[in-house]
């Protein structure tokens, strides 16, 4: 069973520095997608970015950037340039066809500081 | 646009009142989701439905019923809810018409549900 991880229940940063959140997978699949959504206290889940396993060139939405590393399964989140709005819960997920679904970890909430 | 409404954004019910939660997309897409969400955990999944079809039941209890009158609507009617069942409730759709499972899913706002 495939299988998302989160280690870090929470992190912190400056606003202007830059943060990386980890995340890592366990699959057999060779074809699937992983995604970033940010959960901030108004609730709303927004997709951040998503990267799909079979291209090699990591995603990248203006500040946000990922590291994905297929063969040691690792997807972190890279915040760069930190702004008060980018606190909120961050959730992880994978998904593989042709299943409807979405795998989460079990999320880091990021508190940015003045 | 990448909009999924819900309504009501927050409600309040006894355990014998019957109400319902409503979702809506106008993108076209064709897989509709129920995730329940309790605080600081990951929201779990419900219900699917795909082409208008239930196509997964996580096992939900019978007091949770939903139903999906067109490809664009998306309910889920309670009736009986037990006070564990307060949570976050997220809609959320993918289009899945070209290669399924493959699709981001783009969630709703959510509804706050609170049973007494």
């Known amino acids: 069973a495939q299988t998302v991880t989160q280690s870090q229940p929470e992190m912190s940063v400056q606003e202007a520095e830059t943060v990386t959140l980890s995340c890592t997978y366990d699959t057999s699949e060779s074809d699937y997608y992983l995604f970033w959504y940010k959960q901030p206290p108004s609730r709303q889940m927004i997709l951040v970015i998503r990267q799909e396993a079979y291209k090699q060139q990591n995603a990248t939405e203006n500040r946000f950037s990922v590291n994905f590393q297929k063969a040691a399964k690792s997807f972190s989140l890279k915040i760069s340039d930190s702004q008060l709005g980018d606190a909120a819960m961050y959730f992880c997920?994978?998904?593989?066809?042709?299943?409807?679904?979405?795998?989460f970890g079990t999320g880091t909430r990021l508190q940015v500081f003045p | 646009d990448t909009e999924v409404t819900q309504t009501p954004k927050h409600l309040v019910m006894g355990m014998t009142n019957k109400k319902s939660l409503k979702c809506e997309q106008h993108m076209g897409h064709r897989a509709m989701y129920w995730y329940k969400q309790k605080a600081k955990k990951p929201p779990e999944l419900m219900f699917v439905y795909s082409y208008e079809k239930l196509s997964i039941n996580e096992s939900v209890p019978s007091r949770f019923s939903p139903e999906c009158p067109n490809s664009s609507l998306l309910n889920l009617h309670l009736h009986a809810l037990q006070p564990e069942d307060s949570a976050l409730y997220l809609c959320?759709?993918?289009?899945?018409?070209?290669?399924?499972?493959?699709?981001?899913?783009?969630f709703g706002p959510g509804t706050r549900l609170t049973v007494l």
């Open positions: 997920a994978y998904r593989s066809p042709p299943s409807d679904k979405l795998i």
């Open positions: 959320a759709s993918s289009q899945e018409t070209t290669l399924p499972g493959t699709d981001t899913q783009y």
